[in-house]
């Protein structure tokens, strides 16, 4: 339910804008609960690391090594969480033979115009060290930071994987990340620390990245947004841009980050990124038929 007048989420600092009809956060005590499965995401985790291990003894050591790409991967983390929120994809990513990057976000709780530009030149820095665009991997708020990036720097971006994003609706969100968000917005408001403040979550700061994250991507960039419908935390609804080729997974929102799940349709999306690449790179063969149809001068 919404104030009008006020421009904002009635019980949340976000503003009302965020939330366009027909989109509403998830409620009450069994929804968040829901976000306790986490535990067994991560257990999930272990049992594949364990079995993984066992069979890396038993495989000839010629036969271990990854076949390297060269596709340089930026990991960013969501709201309130770091880059070590995504250590575990990180490594798993990197065994597959993936070159993953740090965003060098301590805590994703500042200002999101200064994050989305900081994380502009992030990329750009890595694009021209690696000579190549770069694949975007964004969980909750990360993704929409990623997003808006792609929307208006597509030279640099080869493709974007959005985990838990709600890229329609980022203020549909349940009642208990609002409560975090106030309690950064008072940190700010105390003048500890370079945080969120109330320009970021319903001002024209806030007015300024969501119509950011809302522009049309460029066809080049390859985008795929992973959703669940038990997500405690936002509403899953949020996740399905039109924009973007939708991937269903039946976890958690927080446990998007660790769950081997979600890993195996990052990594699967980002070879299906590949390929597309390097077909679109490889030259097209001229058959012997064309060359004799072509006169001779």
């Known amino acids: 339910m919404y104030d009008v007048d006020r421009e904002v989420a009635v019980g949340s600092p976000l503003g ?13 005590l069994r929804a968040i609960a829901r976000e ?57 990513l990197r065994k597959l033979g993936y070159r993953t990057y740090r965003s060098t976000m301590h805590a994703n709780v500042g200002c999101t115009q200064e994050a989305s530009h900081a994380l502009e030149r992030r990329i750009e820095a890595i694009a021209i060290k ?6 975007l991997v964004g969980h909750s708020l990360g993704g929409l930071l990623a997003r808006g990036v ?44 370079s945080m969120m403040g109330d320009d970021c979550t319903s001002g024209d700061c806030a007015r300024l990245s969501w119509e950011q994250s809302r522009e049309e991507i460029d066809p080049s960039v390859a985008f795929t947004s992973i959703f669940s419908r038990r997500d405690g935390v936002v509403d899953w609804r949020g996740c399905l841009d039109p924009s973007a080729q939708t991937v269903e997974v039946s976890t958690s929102h927080l446990g998007m980050a660790v769950d081997p799940a979600v890993f195996d349709v990052v990594s699967s999306t980002l070879r299906s990124h ?12 001229v058959t012997g038929a064309r060359l004799a149809a072509v006169p001779v001068a």
């Open 16 to 28: 009302a804008f965020l939330c366009p009809e027909g989109f509403e956060g998830p409620r009450g």
């Open 274 to 285: 590949q390929d597309h690449r390097e077909a679109a790179e490889r030259p097209r063969q």
């Open 150 to 193: 792609a929307s208006r720097r597509p030279d640099l971006v080869e493709g974007i994987i959005t985990m838990g994003s709600p890229l329609l609706a980022p203020g549909a969100i349940h009642a208990v990340l609002a409560f975090d968000l106030a309690v950064v917005i008072a940190l700010r408001r105390a003048g500890l620390g």
């Open 130 to 135: 690696r000579d190549r665009k770069v694949t």
């Open 36 to 92: 306790g499965s986490a535990v067994v995401e991560a257990a999930r985790l272990v049992r594949r690391s364990a079995v993984d291990r066992a069979r890396r003894r038993e495989t000839p050591y010629a036969a271990l090594a990854p076949v390297r790409s060269v596709e340089p991967v930026v990991l960013v983390p969501g709201f309130m969480a770091g880059d070590s929120s995504l250590l575990l994809m990180s490594r798993h």
